[in-house]
């Protein structure tokens, strides 16, 4: 019912926005590519649809996508922006919340309030929205408003205002968020305006915390020093933060080799078993699609038999094409004299056979297995990472798993025609997702040493973390007793002057008698 109901909007309100909004006449309103999303993209129609008639969603797509055009949002980029604005440091992404939501800081210390740069400023924060959606899609985004030592003349409501309608009409339903960190409280009268401009049903998306109560929505390891966490980050540009460049691995030769019985990856790659049952059909060696389905079946059993001494991800995240797991970080031993081996699992929860390709910011360190292929619907496969001996995982590594509908009339993703399906797969279409590395001396052998060791690293990082705050705060001391000793020092001189001063220009002398009285 839910489902013919949202079918049923997003069809009225699509229809409403091209036969009432979408004119002759107005038609340059509007970015052709944002028409093109418009007409084939069924959840961006119902994000401005959800809780609303189909001719007020008409409208609110209408105002979206002309304020898309005017700012020129598909087409920004950094050569585009205010290169001072990125050098500043104001506004970017780093990071995830406990919920698995994007991280967007706001450090309001660093920002000017200045009409002339509002435009600008404008246009960098939708360039950070639209690198999230193209880079992350399907994950919404926390808004972090970092209010460590902002006086009241960094406080900008106009822009606040524009972040805040950023969410509420150009980007529905990408907020998770607005968290407010240490807020002054001679600013609690303009947040009660802040939370007109949100609206009853959004109010509870706003959290006001401090160093205490941050730790509730944010990891430490995505927090910095001065909140209480273990992040060394430091925001610099060029380039911009967690930018990199994705290459496809090395291919060797026995990873050509879909029979090579010495290889010693426990893992088979899926495209070479689409390739061979392919050509085993094409030339009759296989005579119906039983033996297919049958040949499939025993490949998959002998494949699990291989992987039994990887370690299994546990954890994982829901795309809109695949379930990875993994859901964000790969744990590599620390070895440097021998290849160590991780596990990146993908199961197809669509309807359509789904290609793959996984890449890394480190293809000399890295070998990975199978690097691209085909999953048919409801299936899973799995990819072996391994770490080539001589090298050390770092945690700058990071993997990408880009994903795409196979559809029936395209071309196959596989074999020769596999660069001509990803040329023509438009942006909009794939998944795509970031998986960063961490380095672990050595792997759990059971739970209980799974929970000591953790509870170790736990206990250990918090001494180291109450230690770095302390060595800060004694070095705000020491700094404070240095002014003061100085402005001490400044005071006994102009108080010895002044007297000084005094004593040249009296009329008396020492002994209270006038000076020609000496004589």
Known sequence: MYRQEKELLVTETRQRFFDEQVVDVDSAKYDERDLHRIRTDDDLVHSFARGQNAEDAARAVAEAMQWRKEMQVLDLDESSLDHSLLELGTLYLHGWDKDGCALLWFRVRL?????????????????????????????????????????????????????????????????????????????????????????????????????????????????????????????????????????????????????????????????????????????????SITEVKSLRSEIHEQAQVRVRNIRRPTTSFQGKLLTIRPAEELQFGLHRTKETKCAIVLSNTSTLPVAFKVKTTSPEKYRVKPSSGCIDSSQTVDILLTLLSGFEAATQDKFQVIAAEVRPDGPLASGPDAALFWKGVPRAAMMEHRLRCRVVDGFPKTETSKENGDAASTNLTSKVNALVFSSREMEIQIARCLIYQKVTALLLIFTFLLLFSMYISSPTSYCGQPHNARS
């Open 111 to 287: 920002h000017v309030r200045d009409a002339k740069t509002l435009i600008e400023k404008k246009r960098l924060t939708a360039f950070w929205l639209e690198r999230h959606i193209r880079g992350d899609t399907g994950r919404r985004i926390t808004v972090l408003f970092d209010m460590t030592d902002t006086g009241v003349t960094s406080i900008d409501m106009d822009f606040i205002r524009f972040i805040i309608n950023c969410f509420k009409i150009y980007y529905p339903e990408l907020l998770s968020k607005l968290i407010v960190y240490e807020m002054p409280w001679i600013m609690n009268a303009a947040w009660k305006i802040v939370k007109g401009w949100l609206g009853p049903g959004a109010v509870s998306m706003l959290k006001f915390v401090g160093r205490q109560d941050i730790s509730d929505y944010i990891d430490s390891q995505w927090l910095p020093l001065h909140m209480g966490g273990s992040d060394m980050f430091k925001y610099t540009y060029p380039p911009l933060p967690d930018e990199e460049t994705f290459s496809s691995p090395a291919i060797t030769p026995e990873d050509e080799e879909f029979n090579d019985k010495e290889n010693e990856d426990p893992f088979l790659s899926d495209i070479s078993v689409t390739d061979s049952m392919n050509n085993s059909v094409r030339w009759g060696s296989v005579s």
